[in-house]
């Protein structure tokens, strides 16, 4: 169990397009999922953590208008990256904690996020 | 915010020797979890260790805990050639449900 996957793996988009990155708790219910941002060779930072039914909560440096959280039910969390540039290219991981067992952050597989 | 930094950044070993890596965090935590990421992947949990705790064992890893240094290590014994990837820290010091603060990863190669 606690099985977390994203959608796309992967996407090549071109600069200025929007792009959307679907985060699914598979098999458990997930109050908090968590977005996190990893550039090459780099360790992963926390963007915003994203609470079903309210706002995202941004961390500092995180443009909220430019990355769109949607946490709409209890298994699925969105990450819309609005008017992408080059420098917004990085691998983008979620996370999700169950609700009874707040310790553990189940991730998932990461999205690829190339901007031409 | 607290970060997590671990040495050495990198580590190049033989198979079957054994694998430390240390991991240092600046203020108080809850819990430590140690992760392991293959190249382009996503990140594989391998071990919590809360702040009341000073030792635990997973298999062939053992990681220590000491809050009075704000440090933990991880050991990876008899290590194999599937071993070979980066292995994160990460400090939940804000309590509840919160984004976890990842260090920088220390490079694990295994060499045959």
């Known amino acids: 169990g606690a099985v977390v996957s994203q959608h796309p793996s992967w996407v090549i988009c071109k600069s200025g397009t929007s792009v959307k990155i679907e985060c699914r708790s598979l098999d458990f219910q997930a109050t908090t999922m968590f977005w996190y941002r990893q550039f090459p060779k780099q360790s992963l930072m926390l963007m915003a953590t994203s609470n079903e039914g309210s706002k995202a909560t941004y961390e500092q440096g995180v443009e909220k208008d430019k990355f769109l959280i949607n946490h709409a039910s209890l298994t699925l969390s969105t990450l819309t990256v609005t008017s992408a540039h080059p420098e917004d290219s990085s691998f983008y991981i979620c996370?999700?904690?169950?609700?009874?067992?707040?310790?553990?952050?189940?991730f998932g597989p990461g999205t690829r996020l190339l901007v031409l | 915010s607290q970060q997590g930094e671990e040495d050495p950044q990198a580590l190049s070993i033989q198979e079957g020797e054994n694998a430390t890596m240390n991991c240092s965090y600046k203020t108080s935590i809850n819990n430590l979890q140690w992760y392991r990421q293959n190249s382009g992947r996503g990140l594989v949990h391998l071990i919590l260790i809360r702040s009341n705790e000073r030792e635990k064992h997973s298999g062939r890893l053992r990681v220590t805990l000491d809050t009075s240094k704000k440090s933990s290590s991880l050991l990876i014994t008899a290590s194999r050639a599937a071993d070979t990837a980066s292995y994160f820290c990460a400090t939940d010091g804000r309590g509840g449900a919160d984004g976890l603060t990842f260090g920088k990863g220390t490079h694990l190669i295994i060499q045959p």
């Open positions: 996370s999700a904690a169950r609700d009874s067992m707040w310790e553990t952050q189940y």
